[in-house]
Antibody
């Protein structure tokens, strides 16, 4: 079935880096743009980044621009989010979501906690 | 950036009654070339990812109960649950996909009265 599975979350100190992954299955990954969306504890949804189907275009929220990089490997049907210079306010559940152009398929999320 | 504002922030409705959630965008999200409103509604239950309910402002996703409906155009939109069921307790979000950055409303928490 159509599925997105995130991984790579964990506890990290402020200023350090972390890379999240999102593995896709059940659909032609290379045909879809994919988003990262996050949700801080007890808060609403915040869009983080979007990458086009072929990786040629990337878009970022101002809150992560210059620190986070979205990328993809279509040969592995996998999306990535490289997160550098992490801050406490980056603590959240990170979801990947398929762009259709609404977000019609979501992963279950991976939790990132930035704490010393 | 397009700002999405939902009202109310929370809502308590009796079982079997109608629930109405509003969403307003800071600029029109009606694309003139295709006459479509680039708006989606999502439902999120605790500990779960969001689930797409409605897209193009009024198209129900396959499998979503027909008690859920979306309406509106331009800058003002509404999600209506015609007869509230216990399983509809959740937080509901609107989201525009007209432009980047994609933006969500702040969410409306729906509970049973």
């Amino acid at each position: 079935q159509v599925q997105l599975v995130e991984s790579g979350g964990g506890v990290v100190q402020p200023g350090r880096s972390l890379r999240l992954s999102c593995a896709a299955s059940g659909f032609t990954f290379s045909s879809y743009a994919i988003h990262w969306v996050r949700q801080a504890p007890g808060k609403g949804l915040e869009w983080v980044a979007l990458i086009s189907y072929d990786g040629s275009n990337e878009y970022y929220a101002d809150s992560v621009k210059g620190r986070f990089t979205i990328s993809r490997d279509n040969s592995k049907s996998t999306l990535y989010l490289q997160m550098n210079s992490l801050r406490a306010e980056d603590t959240a559940v990170y979801f990947c979501a398929r762009d259709s152009p609404y977000m019609d398929v979501w992963g279950k999320g991976t939790t990132v906690t930035v704490s010393s | 950036d397009i700002v999405m504002t939902q009202s109310p922030d929370s809502l308590a409705v009796s079982l079997g009654e109608r629930a109405t959630i509003n969403c307003r965008s800071s600029q029109s999200i009606l694309y003139s070339s295709d006459n479509k409103n680039y708006l989606a509604w999502y439902q999120q239950k605790p500990g779960q990812p969001p689930k797409l309910l409605i897209y193009w402002a009024s198209t129900r996703k396959s499998g979503v109960p027909d008690r859920f409906s979306g309406s509106g155009s331009g800058t003002d939109f509404t999600l209506t649950i015609s007869t509230l069921q216990a399983e509809d307790v959740a937080v509901y979000y609107c989201q525009q996909y007209y432009d980047a950055p994609r933006t969500f409303g702040q969410g409306t928490e729906l509970e049973i009265k």
